[in-house]
Structures are given as C-alpha cells and as structure tokens.
C-alpha cells in the first residue's frame, strides 16, 4: 500500500532528493532497471524482506504508485540512538 | 631484603602508606622451608596439601609472632596466610627466607555496578553458563575493537556507512559491553552480563549517532549471513508505529529465521504511545527502562502501539550505567580512560540481549519465542501499567530456573526519601 500522505509530500517536494524504502510484490533483482529507469538509484537491494532502498527526486519517486509491482512506498526514516 | 618477593599491587600501596599504618596482606611460605621443618614431604607444590593442617598453622604462627604480625587466617589448599602488618614490619617480613611472596590482599569487586547483579546474571554464570560461544550482533555505532574487555571476542565486524566499523561515537561499544564485556579493564567491577558471548559489530549509525532505516536492515541482514544468535538494537526512529513498516517487519523477519532480536522501547516517555520503529514490531523483545530501585524511568517510552498492542514487552536497568568507553569518544559521562557512564533504553537493551545470551548457553535449542516467553514470565511484576512495564523487569536467574524472583522489598512510605529518589530519577535523564 503506497500511503496517500506520502505521496502528497513528495508532490510538495518536487525536485528534491528522497530516500524511500520500496516493497515489491516479486523478486526485487528483476526490477532495479525498471526502478533506474524511473531515475530512481537502487542504495540497497534486502533479501529478507523484497524490497530496495531507493534514492532520487520526489517527483521521479511519484510514478511508483502506478506501478502494480510495487506493493508499499515509505520514507527510509532517520534513526537515532536510544 | 628481597624486593621481589612484593607484589606490584603491594609495592603500589606502599608508596601510599605510613610507616606506623597496618596493611592487608598474603604471606606464601616457600617450599624449601615447609620441606626443612618436615611439613610437607618432597613432592611438588601442585599436589599441596599433604601436610598436617594444625602442624602449618604452629609453624606460621612462630613465624608471623616473632614479626607482631596479625594473622586473621590460614589457608589449606596453598601454604599461605591472610594477615595484618604495619608497613615498618614489611622488610623484616621480606628478610625471613621461610617467605616466598607477599600479595596486597585487594577488595573484591566482581560484580560492583550494580545492574548486572540486581538482574541475578552472577547466579547464572554460577550454574556455568556465561554465554559462551553464543554469537551476539550488536547492530549500532560500531564497536572499539582495541578495548581491552573484548579481547578475542569480537568474531566480526564491519560498517554500512563507511569507515571500517571503529566506533567513533562511543554508543555502540557502550551497548556491546554491557552484553558482554569482560571488566578485564576494571578487574572485573563492569562486567557485562554474557561476559564469554561472541560479538558481531555493525556499524550502521554515523559519529552523530544518527543513520537510515535502510542501513539498519542492512546490518540485520549482514548479522543473519554471520549466523548470529541475537541481534540488539539499541536505536530507532519516533512513534507510534502499527509494526508493519519495513524495518519492524525485517525485524520479524530476522525472528523467523530463528534469531531473537532485542529493541530499545525508546526515550520518549512518560507519554503514551511514544514507541516507534523497530520497537513496535510483534516478534522481538521491545525493552524499556527501569532504575536500580526498580523503577521505570520517566524517559522510558510507553506503549500502546498504534494499532493498540501492548508494549514494551520487558523493562531492564538502564539508567546510569557505567560501561565500556570507545578510544577517542566521550559520550555519557566519562569515568575514566575505559569507561562512562550512560543512561535510556539502549542502555536496558542490551541487558536484556545479554540474558538472551546466557539463555542460549544454557539451551541452545531454545526458540525466539521460548526465550521471549521466559524472559517476560518470570519477570518481575512491578505492579505497573503493561504498557509501562511489559511483563516486569526482567531477571536472568529467574529466566533461567522459570522460577519466580524474589518479590522486592515494600515500597519506603511517603516521605524525604520518595522527595529524594524522585529528585534522583529526575537528575537521571537519557544521554
């Protein structure tokens, strides 16, 4: 599920670089071209979870949510010491 | 006079004392001499004590008199003695070639702080189980492979922000030594709780102490390719969170795979609903914090999560705890070269890792929910919210026998000394 406030925050952010942690539905390996094709650079690929850490512009991230592939889209959040 | 025969500690303590002062000291008596006097037959000193007790003792007796030595005991398995003596007697003492050795007799401080016997892991490495061999992966800052108190015991280490995994911020080698420190630094007063387990160090967070969920996965995943056992993570990002965010289900994910995952509850408390990710995922031990009175501490974040699950699952010591300090790095308060003191529930995590550890020398084929499960029924029920205190503070002994611990002492009524410790868990806020 790709959170509609999400994609309203990268629509404010326009050409501003983001990172987000994108679920896919299959093997993740079988989409890094498609995801480089959307201007979107691969960080990391997981292999315990199928889903890829993604860097680029929040406009090139909004195109995400069309595709049926990609299962949820969030922002790879800043974590911090406790 | 043979200055050798002086220990380094005595010599030490010498340079500190007056002439007239009375010191603490072991007198070993050669083997030559007990041979002479026909107390022991010509056989090695390994195979000590062949001799007749109440004889050794008339002979040291004889021997420390003549020298107005206090003797305050015997021994039966060396030949030797604990005593009294004024620094002025020393050299007479040192002269008599009867004497092979004299040792300062220090304190004993095994288990002085005081978080790791208040959780009864003393009791367990009593029973014979210190963690050994266990892999721990202590996912954080990095760690100070130089310290002495890991010593062979880190099997791996490596980092996901480059750099090559030293810890340049001082958490992680904090965290990673209240799981399984050795105290060697400390002649054993800080030692951690699984103080023989394995550690496999990822360094994830920046000198900052900050970094990306991503990375944090990253290093999970690393720790499941290293076989590791239990995974701590003594970090996280703001609540609430529902568990199904990817870092909270890679977490669960690394539970499956048959390695407990231990997470700090966070330091957003007293508020409700302050636990976020990974804190919030379902399969690990979501750890808050308490103090030595077994309090929870104000800092320590509260459930529920946002889809109204109870947490934290457990609540272990976490405040001003004095651990390992990284070359270079001054986080918490420093207490000297090799240690610092440091409190929240990064703190209280690795405690509850540490037990994870102790469990899994003891039976290793337990399930990260068995574990879970042990840890949280035998805890010790503060008598606080769930969603304060999880199941209690936790207790290794207890975990480890399924026995219930020892119920606390009442509480003090009111008065100066509740004024006084509420004054105490107010001045003890998260580094």
């Known amino acids: 599920m790709c959170e509609a406030s999400l994609a309203e925050k990268l629509r404010s952010l326009g050409s501003q670089e983001v990172d987000l942690i ?53 922002e790879d959040k800043t974590v911090t010491i406790f | 006079m043979s200055p050798a025969k002086r220990s380094v500690e005595l010599e030490i303590e010498l340079a500190t004392r007056a002439p007239a002062e009375e010191i603490p000291v072991i007198i070993k008596y050669s083997h030559e001499s ?13 195979a ?20 107005r030595i206090r003797v305050l005991r015997h021994f039966r398995l060396v030949p030797a003695s604990a005593a009294k003596l004024k620094v002025a007697d020393l050299e007479a003492l040192e002269a008599d070639p009867r004497v092979e050795k004299i040792w300062l007799d220090l304190p004993v401080q095994a288990w002085l702080d005081t978080s790791v016997p208040l959780i009864r892991a003393p009791k367990v490495w009593e029973a014979g189980y210190t963690g050994q061999g266990v ?50 630094a400390s002649r ?54 529902d ?33 976020g990710s990974p804190g919030c995922a379902r399969k690990v031990i979501t750890v808050g914090a308490s103090n030595d009175e077994d309090q929870v501490a104000d800092f320590s974040s509260r459930g529920p999560t946002s889809d109204g699950r109870t947490k934290p699952d457990i609540v272990f010591p976490g405040v001003n705890i004095i651990a390992c300090r990284a070359q270079g790095t ?17 703190m209280a995590t690795p405690h509850a890792s540490g037990v994870v550890a102790l469990l899994l020398s003891a039976q290793p084929e337990l399930t990260p929910s068995q574990v879970k499960e042990k840890i949280m029924s ?8 769930p969603n304060v205190q999880g199941a209690g503070r936790g207790d290794a002994f207890s975990a480890y026998t399924g026995e219930t611990p020892p119920s606390p002492p009442p509480p003090p009524p009111p008065g100066c000394l509740t004024a006084f410790l509420t004054y105490i868990r107010k001045a003890s806020q998260p580094d």
């Open chain 1, 22 to 74: 994108v679920r896919i539905r299959a093997a993740p390996s079988e989409y890094i071209s498609k995801l480089e094709q959307m201007g979107l650079r691969v960080r990391r690929q997981f292999t315990l979870l199928k889903a890829v850490a993604v860097r680029g512009k929040a406009q090139d991230a909004l195109k995400l949510w069309d595709e049926p592939w990609v299962e949820a889209v969030e």
């Open chain 2, 34 to 46: 007990l041979l002479a006097e026909g107390l022991i037959g010509d056989i090695s000193v390994a």
């Open chain 2, 48 to 67: 000590w004590p062949p001799v007749d007790y109440e004889a050794l003792t008339q002979f040291a007796e004889r021997l420390l008199s003549r020298l």
């Open chain 2, 135 to 184: 892999k721990v992966a202590v996912i954080d800052t990095g760690i100070d492979p130089d310290h002495p108190d890991f010593a062979g015991r880190i099997a791996a280490y490596t980092s996901f922000v480059g750099g090559d995994g030293r810890d340049d911020h001082g958490h992680g080698t904090h965290v990673a030594s209240i799981i399984a420190g050795s105290g060697a």
């Open chain 2, 188 to 241: 054993g007063k800080y030692r951690g709780v699984a103080p023989e387990a394995l550690l496999y160090s990822a360094k994830v967070l920046r000198a900052d102490g900050s970094g990306m969920m991503s990375d944090v996965m990253a290093g999970i995943e690393w720790a499941v390719e290293q076989g590791v056992q239990v995974i701590n993570l003594s970090l996280g990002a703001p609540g609430p969170c």
């Open chain 2, 243 to 275: 568990g199904t965010d990817a870092l909270s289900t890679m977490c669960d994910a690394a539970v499956d795979r048959g390695i407990a995952v231990c997470v700090a509850a966070g330091n957003m408390g007293p508020s409700s609903g302050t636990i």
């Open chain 2, 330 to 346: 001054s986080m918490g308060h420093p207490l000297n070269e090799h240690y610092t003191s440091a409190s929240g529930t990064s």
């Open chain 2, 378 to 385: 035998t805890a010790l029920d503060l008598h606080l919210d």
